[in-house]
């Protein structure tokens, strides 16, 4: 009987302790903050809906790996990737509220929407540290990540209280941590 | 503008033809367009050179060179471009820090190393990474986790030259990379690890993303195995080049130290098929006609060319900055540190060897 109590509380113990290590492992740190890059690696803001020409640049600097500077392509593959995200931003209803970028916000945890799973993933950052600015923004911008950018969306409250989403710039990612 | 090119690298250095293929199926014709191709360099820190055989050939000179094509590149006229590259293992990481003998280990002194790399090569660093120079960097075996700095932003694994830069639908014509992964590097990235490279990154892997390729740089990691580098790198004795051709000759030949699938060496044709194969796959998949790399990584600069299955490839490998070479100098062999560079324009592909000036 004993024994058996022993071995029950091996194994609760255990039980925690393989929750935690999982949740530790699964849980990645968050940012807290996004930062936009020197001029070379970033693009915009631009207004939206994208125009044709603003389709197009951005695609270029896509394609360059978000260097301003380089003349070849790095990333061939950008444009067939990113086509139907650059469609959605030049379609005004789905601008013209702003959440439309994350799940409904009567929900507790605040996730991106499901039209953008295909290219971005969470979390959702709301601080910008923009030195290109006197100072930090009013409203807060959106931003989310697809790995190598992150995607600012500024937002701006029209006159029936909700947000839309007004401009757009892309900033190459920075690595604040190198993996140990 | 080859001969702009030689007229600006003379007043520092004598310059000499390793190799050449002059041929319209590089598909790179303009001749108002200029590419010219730094190969590896392995920079370290002044205390860490101390441990090894072999160090960077040459600083003084290859400063000096970059220096040169910034005022060449100043001096063009409007009608006419360049880009210069730096082939990859610009800097030497693997030896400068022994925590990266074990895998997966990172010294918590790491980004002091990489910077006493930095600050105990100041003229090099200065010129290569001038802005007014633009060079475009590339991510090499030694120098992979140079991707993590912010400061290296501009790294990259690799470059296609497009057609035209304005309409991306006309495709690319080459590609430099460092080269590392005809190595058999990728028969060492499991399946899983390869389909997410491949597949949900694009079709080309071009920026690792830290978060999920941290993976890659064990492989690498694994692939220089317990290589201490002591004695050499990648040259256990010197390259041989034979006969070297004095660059600004007139009787230049149009193809010079060629070798050919089918009667070439294979230290002389390493590579040769595994690029072709890469360009293939990558021709498929963008519906475009790369017919020619440029790599470094091996330090034995030659260019190799696959005529055969009824499609073209041409392999430029641009050689080193480190390590040494002999070969034939007016009747006489001699052994010289390597100090190569590939240039490219007008369906021209050249590598030369750069000898610092007497006095």
Not at chain 1, 80 to 109: C, I, M, V
Not at chain 2, 175 to 198: C, M, N, R, T
């Amino acid at each position: 009987m004993r024994n058996k109590n022993r071995s029950l509380r091996f194994q609760t113990v255990f039980f925690i302790l393989l929750v935690i290590f999982i949740y530790s492992s699964c849980h990645k740190n968050r940012p807290i903050f996004v930062a936009v890059r020197e001029s070379d690696f970033r693009f915009g803001p631009i207004l939206l809906p994208l125009t044709d020409a603003a389709k197009k640049n951005l695609t270029l600097f896509l394609v360059k790996g978000g260097d301003h500077n380089v003349c070849d392509y790095v990333d061939p593959g950008a444009p067939k990737r990113y086509e139907g995200l650059l469609t959605l931003l030049s379609d005004d209803e789905f601008l013209n509220n702003a959440n439309n970028l994350k799940l409904d916000a009567e929900k507790k945890s605040v996730k991106i929407s499901r039209r953008l799973k295909k290219w971005f993933r969470d979390p959702i950052v709301y601080q910008i540290v923009d030195a290109t600015q006197k100072r930090p923004p009013l409203v807060n911008p959106i931003s989310i990540s697809d790995g190598t950018f992150w995607w600012v969306f500024y937002r701006a409250e029209d006159s029936s209280g909700t947000f839309r989403i007004e401009k757009l710039l892309v900033t190459l990612d920075i690595v604040n941590e190198v993996k140990r | 503008m080859h001969k702009q090119l030689l007229g600006y690298l003379s007043r520092v250095a004598d310059i000499y033809l390793v190799s050449r293929l002059k041929n319209q199926r590089l598909g790179f014709p303009s001749k108002n367009d200029i590419r010219i191709f730094f190969p590896d360099i392995h920079l370290l820190s002044r205390e860490r050179n101390k441990d090894f055989k072999y160090g960077t050939s040459y600083p003084d000179l290859l400063a000096k060179v970059a220096r040169e094509l910034k005022n060449f590149r100043n001096e063009m006229t409007d009608d006419k471009t360049s880009s210069i590259y730096q082939l990859g293992d610009f800097l030497d990481l693997w030896r400068e820090t022994p925590e990266y003998w074990s895998v997966g280990g990172t010294s918590d002194r790491w980004e002091a190393s990489v910077q006493q790399i930095l600050d105990d090569n100041v003229a090099i660093i200065n010129s290569l990474r001038d802005p007014d120079l633009g060079t475009k960097f590339i991510l090499g075996n030694h120098d992979y986790d140079l991707h993590w700095l912010p400061s290296f932003a501009e790294w990259r694994l690799r470059y296609y030259f497009p057609l035209d830069q304005s309409d991306l639908s006309k495709g690319a014509s080459a590609v430099a990379l460092h080269g590392d992964i005809f190595s058999g590097l990728e028969k060492k990235i499991p399946d899983w690890l390869q389909y997410l490279a491949v597949n949900l990154f694009g079709p080309a892997v071009t920026k690792p993303k830290p978060r999920d390729l941290g993976e890659l740089r064990d492989v690498i990691i694994k692939d220089h195995s317990k290589s201490l580098y002591t004695d050499y790198i990648q040259q256990p004795a010197p390259s041989d080049f034979k006969d070297l051709f004095p660059a600004q000759s007139r009787s230049l030949p149009g193809r010079y130290n060629v070798s050919e699938k089918g009667t070439g060496n294979e230290k002389e044709l390493e590579y040769l098929k595994e690029a072709k194969d890469f360009c293939s796959g990558i021709n498929e998949d963008f519906k475009w006609n790369i017919q020619l790399a440029f790599i470094g990584h091996t330090h034995n600069a030659r260019i190799a060319v696959d005529e055969t299955e009824g499609q073209f490839f041409a392999l430029v490998d641009c050689g080193a900055w480190i390590e040494q070479c002999k070969g034939l100098l007016e009747d006489q062999e001699k052994v010289m540190d390597c100090a190569q560079i590939g240039v490219l324009s007008d369906n021209d592909a050249r590598i030369y060897q750069l000898v610092p000036k007497e006095g």
